[in-house]
């Protein structure tokens, strides 16, 4: 059965690449996979991110606002491989969406500006593909810019980043004469002439000659210090062979322990088809990875890459469109084909796969069926959302859903008129369903609806997409940081009995509790927005209260986090540990000591000594030299605190961690002071106690 398969398949496994374009927003992303289509055949007409032309950046908000927002797969085919990718956002906001992507590649291109090398997004995407153990090539784009130097940008990724970084070409030019490369492996030059579209190989030019052999000579020992079977060809012949250089630099992409470097320029067309050859040579296929793993009856199960095997897909992203809803997923074991009936692990429900759609953006092409290693959007699914683990109903499976950072930025919003509503709620529900970073909830005090997400930019594209796609006239609060409560100075000892007798059977709960801080609460520097953190521990020996109790009371104290005494925010940070409790041999129940552990908790929080954490970002503000002071006093003014700043060619980068409530409108701020030649980015850097006279108006709640 597994021959016939294969046979049908339109393209083998073996061939098949599914990986991801990352970066800093404006490192060339869209443009690089833009290239990448027109050089495979997929588009006819190169489409310029400036003029709103591009195939990925398809939605009207990424086309006026010349960003990534939303994650677009295409597919296209190189040297008899098929090529599944996914163009991601660079911006911090949207981070999420290249989590969510990252969860069902297999590698990834990284892309870095031969001018600024590693920006603050280029090494939170790559922290989150180490997360998600996703091999990498990196590309270091824009060498024909003023100030583009590959060795400064490489020597910043082993800084940063940490990896061992391969170089594996030697530019031919600089700046604006940079025309094409020198391929260290195989030792020959790749010229792409100006004003043509197709790459012209030869012999290494004889003025870099010596170069090229130098740059060869340390390319071979540094792969001989990785790889050992490198190591022994070395040692025996002194130098290694083109076949081993390859075989090597491919073992160890696909073991994270190197990262193979290319370079170019997507915007002129330059170093695509050798980075289109890297992505084939180096980047593993769904053979080539570990089995996923998932649970099936509290058991771990595991599932390989075979069309054979039972279906197993996982759904990451959800898209509703005006002629239905896009379910997007990657299929890891197994076939599906339209009109059959996949069972949805997170509901317990069966569905109807409508219609299977190779995507190319906003275009899709019908298929017949999906095999192991596809990721495809289907037609029909009513329940399932991103995160959700779709299996064949005879062997039911669920897969580790990608993680969702916690909210970090509210506002409120509401229809202009009473009629609309209902509408305005409904539109909120789609949103979060698409969007599962984004949280919508009723604020029990004011009775409105708020919105939440990971930051201004997020909430603002949130709010147009609503007055857009469903023609709603919506007003917008002011934004909100989400506050957190922690514990400075704890309590011991504190004895909490829960005894209820109200006839028939009562209630009876006997604690005693410890609660003190955690350490390191305010660190988060990966993004992962400042999820809670609590440890629980029982000391309690002799059985005197039984194991099920013990979790209930746990479950109680974390009922009791989500409303902090300060003001009603989540508590963060702390540690409780039961020292002593009793039980009543007909009364306790888990129940009674769920609700003793939810009461106990509050009790303690009252007695400790807490402080407000407010989130806080890590800045990088690129702004000319005449405008430094100006730029300085602001954000000394927003309680910022500046780490650093290094001057290149006529600009100025600072660097400063900044409370978020400050950053609202500072990009506005910003560019008066700097007459528009100034530029920041920021990315969540966790929590800090929050000044006590703070002037950040009434905490969000």
């Given at each position: ?241 083109a076949r081993t250089l390859t075989a090597a630099l491919r073992d160890l992409t696909r073991s994270g322990d190197g990262v193979v470097v290319l370079c170019g320029s997507a915007y002129r067309n330059r170093g695509i088809e050798p980075l289109l050859d890297a992505v084939v040579a180096y980047l593993p296929s769904p053979r080539d990875v570990p089995a996923v793993r ?27 469109t005006a002629t239905g809803r896009l379910t997007y997923l990657r299929v890891y074991s197994g076939t599906i084909g339209r009109g059959e009936t996949v069972w949805d692990s997170g509901t317990g429900r069966t569905e109807r796969i409508g219609r299977i759609l190779r995507v190319q953006a906003d275009r899709h092409a019908p298929l017949e069926r999906a095999v192991a ?241 407010e989130p806080v970002a890590d800045v990088t503000v690129t702004v000319p030299d005449d405008a430094v002071g100006g730029v300085l006093g602001d954000l000394a003014a927003r309680r910022g605190q500046v780490s650093g700043s290094v001057a290149r060619a006529g600009v100025v980068v600072i660097t400063a961690t900044v409370p978020l409530v400050e950053l609202f409108g ?36």
């Amino acid at each position: 059965m597994r021959t016939d398969l294969h046979r049908h398949l339109d393209t083998p496994l073996a061939a098949v690449r599914n990986l991801g374009i990352l970066a800093h927003v404006d490192a060339g992303k869209t443009t690089l996979t833009e290239r990448i289509l027109y050089l495979t055949g997929t588009t006819h007409k190169r489409g310029e991110v400036h003029d709103g032309t591009t195939v990925t950046d398809f939605d009207p908000q990424e086309r006026d606002r010349g960003i990534t927002i939303f994650a677009a797969a295409v597919s296209c085919a190189w040297d008899a491989h098929r090529i599944n990718l996914i163009d991601t956002p660079g911006h911090v906001d949207f981070s999420d969406e290249v989590a969510r992507s990252l969860r069902v590649l297999d590698g990834a291109v990284a892309v870095f500006d031969a001018v600024a090398g590693v920006e603050p997004q280029s090494e939170a995407v790559w922290r989150q593909a180490d997360r998600y153990g996703v091999p990498r090539i990196a590309f270091v784009n824009k060498l024909d810019r003023a100030g583009a130097d590959l060795d400064t940008a490489v020597e910043s990724i082993r800084e940063r980043l940490h990896p061992s970084p391969l170089v594996v070409q030697l530019p031919i030019g600089s700046e604006a004469g940079f025309t094409g490369v020198v391929d260290l492996p195989r030792m020959r030059s790749l010229v792409w002439p100006e004003g043509r579209d197709t790459v012209e190989e030869g012999p290494v030019p004889e003025a870099l000659r010596d170069a090229a052999q130098g740059r060869r000579r340390q390319l071979e020992e540094a792969v001989a210090e990785l790889h050992p079977g490198a190591l022994e060809e070395f040692c025996a012949e002194g130098t290694l062979s083109a076949r081993t250089l390859t075989a090597a630099l491919r073992d160890l992409t696909r073991s994270g322990d190197g990262v193979v470097v290319l370079c170019g320029s997507a915007y002129r067309n330059r170093g695509i088809e050798p980075l289109l050859d890297a992505v084939v040579a180096y980047l593993p296929s769904p053979r080539d990875v570990p089995a996923v793993r998932g649970t099936r009856d509290g058991r771990e199960q595991e599932r390989y890459a075979d069309p054979a095997a039972p279906f197993a897909a996982l759904v990451f992203k959800v898209n509703g469109t005006a002629t239905g809803r896009l379910t997007y997923l990657r299929v890891y074991s197994g076939t599906i084909g339209r009109g059959e009936t996949v069972w949805d692990s997170g509901t317990g429900r069966t569905e109807r796969i409508g219609r299977i759609l190779r995507v190319q953006a906003d275009r899709h092409a019908p298929l017949e069926r999906a095999v192991a290693g596809d990721i495809v959007a289907v037609v029909g699914l009513k329940s399932a959302r991103a995160g959700s683990t779709l299996c064949a109903p005879g062997a039911p499976l669920v897969l580790e859903p990608p993680t969702v950072a916690d909210p970090v930025v509210s506002v409120a919003v509401e229809a202009v008129g009473s009629a609309e509503a209902e509408q305005l709620v409904s539109a909120l529900t789609r949103l979060v369903e698409e969007d599962p970073s984004l949280v919508v909830r009723t604020d029990p005090e004011t009775g409105q609806l708020v919105l939440s997400g990971m930051g201004e930019l997020h909430l603002e594209v949130a709010v147009e997409k609503i007055r857009l796609a469903h023609g709603l006239d919506v007003r917008v609060g002011r934004p909100r940081v989400a506050y957190r409560e922690t514990v400075v100075r704890g309590v011991s000892g504190l004895v909490h009995r829960h005894v209820k007798q109200d006839g028939g059977a009562g209630e009876f709960a006997h604690v005693v509790l410890d609660v003190e801080p955690m350490e390191d609460v305010t660190g988060d520097g990966d993004g992962g927005g400042g999820a809670t953190r609590f440890e629980f521990r029982s000391t309690v020996v002799g059985g005197r209260v039984p194991q099920e109790y013990v979790r209930a009371l746990e479950a109680g104290c974390r009922d009791a986090l989500a409303d902090g005494p300060l003001g009603g925010h989540p508590v963060t940070g702390v540690r409780v540990v039961l020292t002593d409790g009793a039980t009543h041999p007909k009364d306790s129940s888990e129940r009674a000591f769920r609700t003793a552990g939810r009461f106990a908790l509050r009790e303690a929080l009252r007695a400790c000594a807490m402080v407000l954490l407010e989130p806080v970002a890590d800045v990088t503000v690129t702004v000319p030299d005449d405008a430094v002071g100006g730029v300085l006093g602001d954000l000394a003014a927003r309680r910022g605190q500046v780490s650093g700043s290094v001057a290149r060619a006529g600009v100025v980068v600072i660097t400063a961690t900044v409370p978020l409530v400050e950053l609202f409108g500072y990009a506005t701020r910003l560019r008066s002071r700097t007459r528009g030649r100034g530029v920041f980015t920021a990315r969540p850097a966790g929590y800090a106690p929050a000044p006590s006279t703070a002037s950040t108006g009434t905490p969000a709640r």
